[in-house]
């Protein structure tokens, strides 16, 4: 079974740029997080999805900040216009629904330049 | 909002010791989940508790849920260099919308 799939690694952006971040999540699992962590830092909230759903975007900065997670496809993390404090790493993670476990990617490494 | 207050912010240990850490709230958590991170990964699951009292163990990791619901600790036994690393807490808060919640970590650093 391939683990959550990240992709990415790596993404160097201009500012102004837009950033597509995308996570597959295991297979079966229907339930996805984003997260994001600034170095030596914990990791904070951003948004959970079920499929077509978003179902808790609380961690979300109001604007130029967008998740989706479609019927087919990976989840998206959308990032317009991106500044220099953008820069961090995202991490997203996978459950099943009903299970509690959540598993993470390898996550995606931001640079804004 | 739901907090989890992780402790202690780092440890620095000789092999071979024990370590402790612990995760509380002012919250009741359903579920706690502790995770351990190398740099440039991502967290790696450990221990998952699901009921208040549950005391679980990974090899030499032991994890316990508490009695209130609101705290869980996490223990390393004999300590060895391939345990560095952060050690992240995460739950479930109860009544919530499932989102899952983390400390800010403990940097746990042994010395060989």
């Known amino acids: 079974n391939a683990g959550v799939m990240q992709n990415p690694r790596h993404l160097v952006r201009r500012r102004g740029q837009e950033a597509r971040l995308r996570c597959s999540p295991m297979k079966g699992h229907s339930h996805v997080y984003w997260y994001r962590q600034l170095p030596e830092e914990g990791l904070k909230f951003m948004v959970y999805l079920q499929k077509e759903n978003i179902i808790d975007e609380s961690g979300m900065p109001k604007e130029r900040f967008s998740a989706e997670f479609p019927k087919e496809g990976p989840s998206i993390l959308r990032i317009q216009q991106v500044v220099r404090g953008d820069s961090a790493a995202y991490f997203c993670?996978?459950?099943?629904?009903?299970?509690?476990?959540?598993?993470f990617g390898q996550g995606t490494r931001l640079t804004v330049v | 909002g739901q907090q989890l207050n992780q402790s202690p912010q780092s440890m620095f240990i000789q092999e071979g010791e024990d370590v402790s850490m612990n995760c509380t709230s002012s919250s009741i958590f359903n579920t706690w989940l502790w995770y351990k991170q190398d740099p440039g990964e991502g967290p790696v699951l450990l221990i998952a508790?699901?009921?208040?009292?549950e005391l679980t163990s990974n090899g030499r990791l032991t994890a316990q849920f508490g009695i209130t619901r609101k705290d869980s600790f996490l223990n390393i036994s004999a300590s060895i260099p391939s345990d560095v690393g952060i050690y992240f807490c995460a739950g479930h808060p109860s009544g919530g919308s499932e989102k899952l919640v983390f400390g800010k970590g403990t940097k746990l650093t042994v010395n060989p």
């Open positions: 993670a996978s459950r099943r629904r009903g299970d509690t476990e959540a598993f």
């Open positions: 508790l699901y009921k208040a009292g």
